[in-house]
């Protein structure tokens, strides 16, 4: 769906984007990330035919856009941090509006209400927009950008200002629309990348760092796979059991209890799965698990090193 190769973009001295690469397939929903001023809106502009690249070639439904920024467009829907909105207009007045700048050929009344449904907009499609809450008038701004049903959806910090219902709806509604077009969501908010995106692209200085799935991301910046063990059973006799599962580099109890288990701080050799491995163990031996899960790679601490480790080498 998206073809990115050597992409470039200098502003006189200052060089925005530096040989950035990736593709995006069809119905993947895709993370864009990174700090502050490291390219992410140029890269959606240059994608949505607003900026031309200095370098590169970019293609989007396998239409080169330069070449043929207007066709290119018809297969993107975008919609900006703020959504450009008529206020004195009514939700509806306002789609019809959008449908006949983007010139669609799709039935146009049952088109809009297709979408009026899916966004769930039917309630205020006859109030001002000006009248509408932030949540409301960033479901117009999406529907907006669905509007012709374009193959591909650009959608720049769709959650900011909304409140926690209304962040929790419209990644639902996100994760709805990856059944149908293909998603490319840019976010600050790490807690959303991970909720939404199967994959994550994060800049910085212009850079492409890492092109991961989401939850791949750990094996760029850790040695190890850190788990935490609720187990019930003998504490040392756990502790030694443990140590000689394959796949297990070491172990440790915490000291701490969950009920009657210990609780254990388990770290794996890099690039090996023991868990299945301790659970046979464990089970063998007739020590329940009571909780499990992984630690020490949540996706915020895994940013904040990438982006460290990328500036320390520049």
Not at 104 to 119: M, S, T, Y
Not at 154 to 170: A, N, Y
Not at 247 to 252: A, Y
């Amino acid at each position: 769906m998206i073809e990115v190769k050597h992409l470039t973009k200098r502003y006189g001295h200052f060089l925005a984007l530096e040989d950035v690469s990736f593709q995006i397939g069809e119905g993947e929903i895709v993370g864009l990330l990174g700090p502050n001023g490291a390219g992410k809106s140029t890269v959606m502009n240059i994608l949505t035919g607003c900026l031309s690249a200095s370098e590169g070639e970019v293609r989007v439904a396998g239409v080169d856009v330069r070449e043929h920024p207007t066709e290119a467009k018809k297969s993107v829907g975008y919609l900006p941090e703020q959504p450009p909105l008529y206020p004195d207009m009514t939700v509806g007045e306002y789609l019809r509006f959008v449908y006949d700048l983007k010139q669609v050929d799709l039935p146009r009344e049952p088109h809009l209400k297709e979408i009026c449904e899916l966004v769930k907009l039917g309630d205020v499609e006859h109030r001002l927009i000006g009248h509408l809450s932030k949540g409301y008038r960033q479901r117009v701004g999406i529907a907006a950008a669905l509007i012709g049903d374009p193959k591909l959806v650009i959608f720049d910090e769709p959650t900011v200002g909304l409140d926690p219902k209304q962040i929790i709806e419209v990644r639902h509604l996100l994760r709805t629309l990856a059944k149908r077009h293909t998603v490319l969501l840019s976010t600050h908010i790490l807690a959303e990348a991970k909720a939404v995106c199967q994959r994550v692209l994060i800049l910085n200085h212009g850079q492409l760092i890492a092109d991961e799935a989401t939850d791949a991301l750990a094996r760029k910046v850790e040695e190890n796979t850190h788990f935490q063990y609720s187990i019930i059973g003998p504490e040392k006799d756990v502790v030694k059991l443990l140590r000689g599962v394959s796949g297990v580099k070491d172990v440790i109890s915490t000291g701490e209890r969950d009920g009657e288990a210990w609780v254990y701080a388990l770290s794996g050799v890099a690039g090996q799965d023991c868990r299945k491995a301790v659970y046979y163990a464990l089970a063998k031996q007739g020590y329940p698990i009571i909780a499990a899960g992984a630690v020490g790679a949540d996706l915020e601490s895994i940013f904040i090193r990438l982006v460290d480790n990328a500036t320390s080498k520049q």
